[in-house]
């Protein structure tokens, strides 16, 4: 009798893998980024808007400007002529910043890494919106946290949830947030909120992380203060390039306190020694000149009309009884459906029928979310947006029709 | 041999597929056939056929188009031979909705169940009588989608009220729900191979989390599995001719898996036949293949050798 171990080494695994495991919802996106198909799913910039002569003349560059350099390993905090290139990212929402104070990282999403292993130990509490971003969800939940899940209405989180918490005894570790067109919910905290989260954070030493990955990319209004240019001691900011440059070169950063950013470059040379120099030295050439300010209004331009497609299309095709967001910017429309939908259940259906959306509960850490989707306006063109969001109505059409046939 | 090894497609089991197709193909070619893979999902199957004309298709497709005698029917439209069961077979060995009955009709044991039809909910008001499917079949009970695999759609139900929702998740997957009475006891695989059909070493699935649902199949760890089962040889016995009775009335041949539960009196219960069983490296089949000691090359061999007989 043999046991088949289909894994030799299961009993060896660190209790923090366990929770990574195959799912439904991933063997439906396989599918769901097949080209016939609607995708609403994944926040992939479009890419294809940046000419591929501004990409080459910048490696170009890179190589003319830094030579042998860009092919040398970087020190753990990232070159400084990147870091001080990436300053007026900043600046125009109304950060200032001192490249001493900036790590970069692997895209932000190794910050959110970085930040979990400097300050989770397995059982701490953290703050999180509810719904929050789901990556920020994995990467913390590998340092086993529990969650303090603070709810979004229009104007962003509502704080007086956390001071409740507060008040109840509650200590959080950090309170994350994604204040600009977030994700998934892509609402904008509004500044009373943004002055009253910066305030009760102050006051009760809890460290905010803001992630702003969207806010330069606004579609009206103008640009509320970052949280950090309110309390630059208390606030560990997030940027990245991805979504105003590429997220293949995986260029982000955190800009911090010293003491906090020692922190980080000790964690992120432990992880992996440092950045790549070469596509950090291409995005230093990227941002060098005026070039990029073109491209991202163009970006802008392009997001706008695709969110615009969207909001015109959903009161056409959806129920009455949904609900959904109205970004000011970044990728997101949050979609609130009827109680009776489980929009988890429903994506085999809508795979079937050409096109795919997030479900909800991706982004709560306690299964929340069943009746709620993410749709990413970011990528289809917006002839494809108009399709896509018939084909999710006629569904939740017939879905409708099959509840009530089932609850008679 | 000339093999071209068809795997992938559209449908949700395309990455499963995909790495079964992988191996089988490499494990071809470690036999000394001229193995490629060619993935529908990617290009035109017929065009692909074309130009590069294999002598036989390993078909490794799952889910849809590859279990329901689609690519079957197009193979022998395209007269090219292939491995595993001949299209209307596979249809209703697909088809839980048809498999059920025909089942029954072999003879088999299987647990009871209800079809409820989508269209018959849309349409003719079924969902008035929702109430008698619990009472048939009882609690708890299987929530399956009619035509789909990998434990995809499928739910399990405890108390009546559930029953509406885990029936429109089946029918995320498919037009028509199963919902079959739940046996409890320990669950076995049998892996059949050759025409007519013989069957492997029983291959015994423990999930760790009790329930053998798409986690625990594909995430490495999340079961474990013992071949040969740790039964009695009687209860093997009965198992493994339960299985061939299943495929013997429902014309299965080449390579299949029948799965199946034996209570705690013993008694085996046939609970669905696949005609394109898994070949990845969690699948069962090279399990018992491996129990039977024979490497994934001879296994793939003998499915090859098969398919060329009458």
Known sequence: MAEFSIDRFVELYAERAAGMSASEVRALFAVASRPEIVSFAGGMPYVQALPPEDVLAVVADALDV???????????????????????????????????????????????????????DPGDLIAVEAPAYVGALTAFGVYQPRYLQIDLDADGMIVDQLEEALVRGERPKFVYTVPNFGNPAGVTMSLARRRQLVALCREAGIPIIEDNPYGLLRFEDDALPCLRSMDPENVIY???????????????????????????????????????????????????????????????????????????ALPEHFPDDATWTQPAGGFYVWVTLPGWVDAQAMLAAAVERRVAYVPGTAFYPDGRGRNQMRLAFCYPTEERIREGIARLGSLLEDEEQLYRSLHP | MRVAVIAGGRTPERDVSLRSGHRVSHALGEGGHDAWLVDPGEVPLVEALRERAPDICYLTLHGKEGEDGTVQRLLDLLQIPYTGTAPFDCEVAFDKVLAKDALVRAGVTTPGWVVVEGWALRDLGAGAALAM???????????????SGSALGVSFVERAPDLATAVMAALSFAGAAIVEAKVEGSEL????VGTPPEALPLVEIVPKSGVFDYASRYTAGATEYFAPARVPAEIAA?????????????????????????????????????????????????????????????????????????
Not at chain 1, 88 to 115: F, H, K, R, S, Y
Not at chain 2, 138 to 147: D, E, F
Request: proline share 5%; with cysteine.
């Open chain 1, 238 to 312: 997030l940027g990245t390039v991805s979504k105003v440059f590429s997220p293949g070169v995986r260029v982000g950063w955190a800009l911090a306190e010293q003491s906090v950013v020692q922190h980080l470059v000790l964690a992120k040379e432990a992880a992996d020694l440092c950045g790549s120099s070469f596509t950090m030295l291409v995005t230093e050439r990227y941002f060098a000149g005026d070039r990029w300010r073109e491209n991202l209004s163009t970006f802008v331009d392009l997001y706008r009309l695709r969110r615009d497609a969207m909001l015109e």
């Open chain 2, 189 to 192: 695989a049998v892996g059949l």
């Open chain 2, 238 to 310: 009965a198992c493994t001719e339960q299985a061939l009775q299943a495929a013997e009335g429902l014309h299965l041949r080449d390579v299949a898996r029948v799965d199946t539960i034996v209570d705690p009196g013993g008694t085996p219960w046939v609970l669905e036949v696949n005609v394109s069983p898994g070949m990845t490296e969690t699948s069962l089949l090279p399990m018992a293949a491996q129990a039977a000691g024979w490497s994934l090359a001879e296994l793939c061999e003998r499915v090859l050798r098969s398919s060329g007989s009458p």
């Open chain 2, 133 to 147: 499917v619990t009472e048939r079949v009882g609690l708890p009970c299987v929530v399956k989608p009619s035509r």
């Open chain 1, 66 to 120: 830094h030579g042998s350099t860009i092919l040398q390993y970087a020190g753990g905090q990232g070159h400084l002529s990147l870091r001080e290139r990436l300053i007026p990212l900043m600046t125009d929402e109304g950060v200032e910043a001192d490249p001493d104070e900036m790590v970069i990282t692997t895209g932000a999403q190794q910050a959110l890494d970085l930040i979990g292993k400097i300050f989770i």
